[in-house]
């Protein structure tokens, strides 16, 4: 039987993009179970998205990974899109059935996934999420999707804070408001899940937290993080000094790597293979 030489293609498209680790943890499951798979690390410019998403029909890539800026351009390259990518607009996940390019968005079902993997069931939850930015409305969407009792949005930026809500009001069945961010701002009593879908923390401004009234932040509450990157950031330490459970950002970026793998595999991915090939990159 002759030998095959050829590998199948996955990878990332974005810019920039140099810094992106998702590479490291897909190849170590590529590794880890055999498969003659590769991950490539491509830079491209928005004026070259076009062409580049006719070459995954081209070279037959199993997927690709949209990072910014691409995650909403993409959509009008699509075939078709699931029911979580259509309602927040944007793709970060592309896998290639025969010719056809179906769209997902994994962020929102990595943090959902870890969440629930953590002792968290979403079902009937009052979930505030701090931000309303791309990761914000991933989670937001999937946290509705997932049967959120109410979702409180507090953002600086009444345009977009408000946008995301009235989008969950009328796309899901979850009811949601938006609350202008005010210096310390006050968490809502009725909280149970606290997110920040914000940067504030990521590396290298480590000293960083959200502007927030931490006495406010009690024992009863999960509180979570989608910064990975230090995993356990002065955010979660705060909220940790009350007494909350906390969830940080690493097993919302492996999840979300995992639904990938196994989005283009068709393969369980080796979740505990992928997490220390992600903590060995900081």
């Given at each position: 039987?002759?030998?095959?030489?050829?590998?199948?293609?996955?990878?990332?498209?974005?810019?920039?993009?140099?810094?992106?680790?998702?590479?490291?943890?897909?190849?170590?499951?590529?590794?880890?179970?055999?498969?003659?798979?590769?991950?490539?690390?491509?830079?491209?410019?928005?004026?070259?998205?076009?062409?580049?998403?006719?070459?995954?029909?081209?070279?037959?890539?199993?997927?690709?990974?949209?990072?910014?800026?691409?995650?909403?351009?993409?959509?009008?390259?699509?075939?078709?899109?699931?029911?979580?990518?259509?309602?927040?607009?944007?793709?970060?996940?592309?896998?290639?059935?025969?010719?056809?390019?179906?769209?997902?968005?994994?962020?929102?079902?990595?943090?959902?996934?870890?969440?629930?993997?953590s002792g968290t069931d979403l079902k009937d939850k009052v979930v505030t999420i701090l931000?309303?930015?791309?990761?914000?409305?991933?989670?937001?969407?999937?946290?509705?999707?997932?049967?959120?009792?109410?979702?409180?949005?507090?953002?600086?930026?009444?345009?977009?804070?408000?946008?995301?809500?009235?989008?969950?009001?009328?796309?899901?069945?979850?009811?949601?408001?938006?609350?202008?961010?005010?210096?310390?701002?006050?968490?809502?009593?009725?909280?149970?899940?606290?997110?920040?879908?914000?940067?504030?923390?990521?590396?290298?401004?480590?000293?960083?937290?959200?502007?927030?009234?931490?006495?406010?932040?009690?024992?009863?509450?999960?509180?979570?993080?989608?910064?990975?990157?230090?995993?356990?950031?002065?955010?979660?330490?705060?909220?940790?000094?009350?007494?909350?459970?906390?969830?940080?950002?690493?097993?919302?970026?492996?999840?979300?790597a995992a639904l990938n793998f196994t989005l283009w595999t068709g393969e369980e991915a080796?979740?505990?293979?992928?997490?220390?090939?992600?903590?060995?990159?900081?």
């Amino acid at each position: 039987m002759a030998k095959n030489y050829r590998a199948e293609l996955t990878g990332v498209f974005g810019d920039p993009v140099d810094d992106n680790p998702t590479g490291v943890v897909e190849e170590a499951a590529f590794q880890e179970k055999g498969l003659n798979y590769r991950y490539l690390t491509i830079k491209v410019l928005p004026e070259d998205l076009e062409d580049a998403m006719k070459s995954v029909r081209i070279f037959g890539m199993k997927g690709i990974n949209l990072t910014m800026p691409h995650k909403v351009k993409v959509l009008s390259y699509l075939d078709e899109l699931s029911e979580a990518a259509e309602i927040i607009g944007a793709v970060n996940t592309v896998i290639n059935r025969d010719g056809k390019l179906y769209g997902e968005n994994t962020d929102g079902k990595g943090f959902v996934t870890a969440l629930e993997e953590s002792g968290t069931d979403l079902k009937d939850k009052v979930v505030t999420i701090l931000g309303a930015g791309g990761a914000a409305r991933a989670i937001a969407v999937e946290c509705a999707l997932r049967g959120a009792k109410q979702i409180t949005i507090i953002n600086r930026s009444e345009e977009r804070g408000a946008e995301l809500a009235k989008l969950l009001n009328e796309k899901t069945d979850c009811p949601a408001r938006y609350l202008k961010w005010t210096s310390a701002m006050e968490i809502p009593g009725d909280t149970q899940i606290l997110i920040n879908a914000t940067s504030a923390g990521f590396s290298p401004n480590v000293k960083e937290k959200p502007d927030i009234a931490y006495d406010t932040v009690t024992a009863s509450m999960c509180v979570c993080d989608v910064v990975f990157n230090p995993a356990e950031t002065v955010f979660l330490a705060e909220a940790a000094k009350r007494g909350a459970k906390t969830v940080n950002g690493l097993g919302m970026l492996v999840r979300q790597a995992a639904l990938n793998f196994t989005l283009w595999t068709g393969e369980e991915a080796p979740l505990d293979i992928m997490t220390e090939a992600l903590k060995k990159e900081f």
